[in-house]
């Protein structure tokens, strides 16, 4: 009677040790199928800076840059380098200049400021405002511009961004009408300038630095906004223009291989001229 209850405690401890050798076999094959997932790769930050100051006894220099051109690494660490190598040669003109001549009441200055434009798709543009002073009644002020091709990481000049051979007549004739307007619009009854004229003459566009103008179609470009020095069509006073012309208005010129980055109407057209211009 004896030989029952010990089979019975036996089997209950064989049983009891293969539920716990089962439970450990599972636990250690779902470890062994499961793996720790792989931390994801850091994603390398842009580290260029987006602005660059100097000042020393002979000249003040500054570049400025928008914080959007973060989103282009490889346009803006090309435009960090370049800008900077130019605000050093600035310097070291000036110490050459200055040295040579005694000395001066102030040291020369140099600033080069970029405004961010239109972005589409494919194409990213800057506008560059460069002031400069060296000594004089009043400083300088040019402009340059930068339209940049993200898929090929290359700069476009107005030969890429415009047909080839294409006759660029009603394009100067848009720009030349509304310079005049805004002309008129700051300096009333002003003499108007014209594409022969012999005091003021309009500027060609192929020849007037532009970017890409803020449109009301999302991703897509409403327009190019010339700009326009100081004494270009009027005097110093007037100071300089920036003129935003509707893609309406020389769509028909357009590479066909850009076109389709441009839709819709500016959000503002004509005289575009930054408040401190």
């Known amino acids: ?37 792989a931390p994801a790769p850091a994603v390398a930050a ?8 100097s000042k020393t006894p002979y000249a003040d220099v500054k ?21 900077v190598r130019d605000l050093k040669q600035f310097e070291e003109g000036a110490q050459a200049d200055l040295s040579e001549a005694g000395g001066g009441p102030n040291p020369y200055e140099k600033s080069i400021a970029f405004t961010p434009g239109a972005e589409t798709a494919r194409l990213v543009s800057l506008a560059r405002t460069d002031f400069e002073y060296t000594g004089g009644a009043h400083p300088n002020t040019s402009f340059a511009s930068v339209i940049w091709d993200k898929t090929t990481n290359k700069r476009l000049g107005f030969g890429d961004l415009f047909r080839p051979g294409a006759d660029l007549a009603v394009l100067d004739k848009a720009l030349c009408a509304a310079a005049n307007a805004a002309k008129q619009a700051r300096s009333p009854g002003s003499e108007a300038a014209t594409l022969d004229g012999k005091m003021w003459t309009c500027p060609k566009a192929v020849s007037t630095p532009f970017f890409l103008t803020p449109g009301t179609t999302p991703g897509k470009a409403g327009g190019v906004t010339f700009l326009l020095g100081p004494y270009q069509i009027g ?22 291989a850009y076109a389709d980055q441009f839709d819709g109407a500016p959000v503002k057209a004509g005289d575009v001229t930054p408040k401190n211009g």
């Not at 005097?235 to 066909?256: E, K, V």
């Open 1 to 37: 009677m004896t030989s029952a209850p010990r089979i019975l405690l036996l089997s209950v401890a064989v049983a009891a040790t293969l539920s716990a050798s089962l439970a450990a076999c599972q636990r250690r094959e779902e470890k062994a199928a499961a793996p720790a997932p």
């Open 46 to 53: 842009d580290a260029t800076p987006v602005g660059y100051e």
């Open 63 to 83: 570049l400025t840059l928008p914080q959007t051109v973060k989103a282009t690494p490889v346009l803006h660490a090309a435009l960090y380098a370049d800008m």
């Open 235 to 256: 005097p110093y006073s007037d100071g300089y223009y920036w003129i935003a012309l509707p893609q309406s208005a020389f769509r028909a010129l357009l590479n066909p």
